[in-house]
C-alpha cells in the first residue's frame, strides 16, 4: 500500500480547519523551473546578450579561418583545423558570464531576490533551478554556435585545402565538445553572481577566473604546460583539438578540468547561500 498524502492545514472563517494534500518534490521542482525560466525569458537584456553571444563567435571564425587559411606556408607548422572554432567562442565568453551573473545579481539589487526566497525558502533549491535553466539554453546556444562556427570555418579552409569534414575522426566529439564551453562559463557566473551579489564585481570575478589563469600559460616551459592544464581556457582548448597538445593533459582529463570550474564554484554558492541573510 502507497502512504497517503501528507496534509497541510489551513484556518477558515468558521474555525474549522481545511487539509490539502503537500505538493510533490516533483511539481515543487516543476513550478520553481517554471519560474525561473519566465524570469529568464522576460528581461529583454537576455536576447541582446544571447544575440552577441551567437552572432560574434560565427563572424570571428570566419575571420580567424581566412588569416589562417592565408599564412604562407613558411610560418611553421598547420594549425589546429578547429582552432578557428574554439577561438571563435571564446570571444561569447564574456557575454554568456555577463548572463550568468545577472541571474542572481539583477534580483539582489532591486530587492526581489527576498521575494524569490520567501516564495521558494529553500535557497539551494533556487540556485539549482537557475544553474538548469541558463545551463540548458547556453548549452543549446553553444552547440548550435560550435557547428555553425564550424561549418563557416571549414568552408573557408577547404578552399584552401586545410579544413576537415564533420565525419572526420574525432571531428563531432570535438565539435560538441567546443559547445560547453558557454555553458561552463554561464554556470560560473551564476555561482560567482549569487556568491557576490553585486553586478560589477560578479562580471569582474567571472571574467577573472576565466581569463587571468590562462595568462599563467605565457611561463617559461615547463611552467607554461603546469599551470595551463588546470586553467578553463587551455583545458577547453585540448578538449576540442584535433592535434592535443603534449603538455597538458589528455582531452578526456581537460573535459573534467573543464566541468571542475563550475562544479566547484557552484558547491561553494551552495554553502554560502544558506549561510547569509537576503
Same mark, same amino acid.
Given at each position: 500500500m502507497t502512504a497517503p498524502a501528507r496534509l497541510s492545514t489551513t484556518d477558515i472563517p468558521n474555525g474549522r480547519t481545511a487539509s490539502r494534500p503537500v505538493p510533490s518534490l516533483a511539481t515543487r521542482a516543476g513550478d520553481l523551473l517554471a519560474s525561473e525560466w519566465t524570469k529568464f525569458r522576460s528581461v529583454r537584456s537576455t536576447y541582446w546578450t544571447l544575440l552577441v553571444a551567437l552572432v560574434t563567435p560565427i563572424g570571428f571564425s570566419a575571420l580567424v579561418a581566412t588569416a589562417f587559411a592565408g599564412a604562407p606556408a613558411s610560418a611553421g607548422p598547420p594549425p589546429d583545423p578547429l582552432l578557428p572554432e574554439v577561438l571563435s567562442l571564446e570571444y561569447a565568453v564574456i557575454a554568456v558570464s555577463v548572463l550568468g551573473v545577472l541571474a542572481f545579481s539583477a534580483e539582489y539589487s532591486t530587492g526581489l531576490i527576498r521575494t524569490t526566497f520567501t516564495a521558494a525558502p529553500r535557497r539551494r533549491a533556487v540556485l539549482a533551478a537557475k544553474? +538548469? %535553466?541558463?545551463? @540548458?539554453?547556453? /548549452?543549446?546556444?553553444?552547440?548550435?554556435?560550435?557547428?555553425?562556427?564550424? =561549418?563557416?570555418?571549414?568552408?573557408?579552409?577547404?578552399?584552401?585545402?586545410?579544413?576537415?569534414?564533420?565525419?572526420?575522426?574525432?571531428?563531432?566529439? +570535438? %565539435?560538441?565538445? @567546443?559547445?560547453? /564551453?558557454?555553458?561552463?562559463?554561464?554556470?560560473?557566473?551564476?555561482?560567482? =553572481?549569487?556568491i557576490i551579489r553585486h553586478t560589477a564585481g560578479g562580471i569582474v570575478a567571472t571574467v577573472a577566473v576565466i581569463v587571468l589563469p590562462s595568462i599563467l600559460g605565457l611561463l617559461p616551459a615547463p611552467w607554461s604546460g603546469r599551470v595551463g592544464r588546470f586553467t578553463l581556457l587551455d583545458a577547453a582548448r585540448q578538449v576540442t583539438a584535433l592535434h592535443p597538445a603534449a603538455n597538458l593533459f589528455s582531452p578526456g582529463w581537460s573535459l573534467l578540468v573543464l566541468l571542475a570550474w563550475p562544479a566547484a564554484a557552484l558547491a561553494a554558492a551552495a554553502i554560502l547561500i544558506t549561510r547569509r541573510d537576503a
Open positions: 544553474a +538548469a %535553466v541558463y545551463g @540548458a539554453v547556453t /548549452l543549446a546556444a553553444g552547440e548550435l554556435v560550435a557547428f555553425a562556427s564550424f =561549418g563557416v570555418s571549414q568552408a573557408i579552409l577547404s578552399g584552401h585545402h586545410q579544413g576537415v569534414s564533420l565525419s572526420g575522426p574525432g571531428v563531432p566529439g +570535438a %565539435v560538441l565538445a @567546443a559547445g560547453i /564551453l558557454l555553458c561552463v562559463c554561464t554556470l560560473l557566473g551564476v555561482a560567482l =553572481g549569487s
